[in-house]
């Protein structure tokens, strides 16, 4: 699934942003960070409440992931700072 996710973003096949959304939701870690970045540089502004979801993810590489992700999609600093604090 990494892997995958990787090949639409080289290919820029934006018209698997859905199917991608859902692997934020993965089991495996590499799948969650390849789905965030992917999502990011197709500036899919709809997928920015479930990466701020990912912020309070176990996995601190998912959470440097998904802070990138969000400021690259225009997201405040003020904006991501409530959103790891839960407000």
Same mark, same amino acid.
């Given at each position: /699934?990494? *892997?995958? #996710? /990787?090949?639409?973003d080289?290919? *820029? =096949?934006k018209?698997?942003t &859905?199917?991608?959304?859902?692997?934020?939701?993965?089991?495996?870690?590499y #799948? /969650? !960070? +390849?789905?965030? &970045?992917?999502? $990011?540089?197709?500036?899919?502004?709809? &997928?920015?409440?479930?990466?701020?979801e990912?912020?309070?993810?176990?996995? !601190?590489? #998912?959470?440097? *992931? =998904?802070?990138?992700a969000?400021?690259?999609? +225009? #997201? &405040? !600093?003020? !904006?991501?700072?409530? $959103?790891?604090? +839960?407000?």
């Open positions: /699934r990494a *892997n995958t #996710v /990787r090949t639409l080289r290919l *820029n =096949a018209e698997y &859905s199917e991608i959304r859902k692997l934020l939701n993965d089991d495996n870690k #799948v /969650r !960070e +390849g789905a965030i &970045s992917t999502l $990011a540089r197709f500036d899919d502004k709809e &997928s920015i409440s479930k990466i701020k990912l912020l309070k993810d176990k996995e !601190e590489t #998912v959470r440097f *992931n =998904a802070e990138e969000l400021k690259k999609l +225009g #997201v &405040s !600093e003020a !904006e991501i700072n409530k $959103a790891k604090e +839960g407000k």
